[in-house]
Nanobody, 117 residues
Framework: QVQLVESGGGLVQAAGSLRLSCAAS????????MGWYRQAPGKQRELVAT???????NYGNSVKGRFTISAGDARNTVYLQMTSLKPQDTAVYYC???????????WGPGSQVTVSS
């Protein structure tokens, strides 16, 4: 059973920084893509950033230049470094992963990020 374990959310003031971590456990397959989506109250879930195993990245327009996704040293881990945070970045952030040889898409339970003005 694949599980995505997230950490690093919390409360921060505007212009501050946070780093989210996501680690996959429970399988032996290699991740094809890992990344982050977010959902604010009353809004649809939207792309934050994703990374393919070959290193290519994709960012949502609202976070380009402020957020950076990177692979961890441990297998099937990914980080999201968030800088210059804005109140509109407040949302629940969900880790997302797909694995080679597996047709499922996996989601973490979500981490709350709150940016105060």
């Amino acid at each position: 059973q694949v599980q995505l374990v997230e950490s690093g959310g919390g409360l921060v003031q505007a212009a501050g920084s946070l780093r989210l971590s996501c680690a996959a456990s429970g399988n032996t397959l290699s991740a094809e893509t890992m990344g982050w989506y977010r959902q604010a109250p009353g809004k649809q879930r939207e792309l934050v950033a994703t990374m393919h195993s070959v290193g290519t990245t994709n960012y949502g327009n609202s976070v380009k230049g402020r957020f950076t996704i990177s692979a961890g040293d441990a297998r099937n881990t990914v980080y999201l470094q968030m800088t210059s945070l804005k109140p509109q970045d407040t949302a629940v952030y969900y880790c997302n992963a797909r694995f080679y040889g597996d047709t499922n898409t996996y989601w973490g339970p979500g981490s709350q990020v709150t940016v105060s003005s």
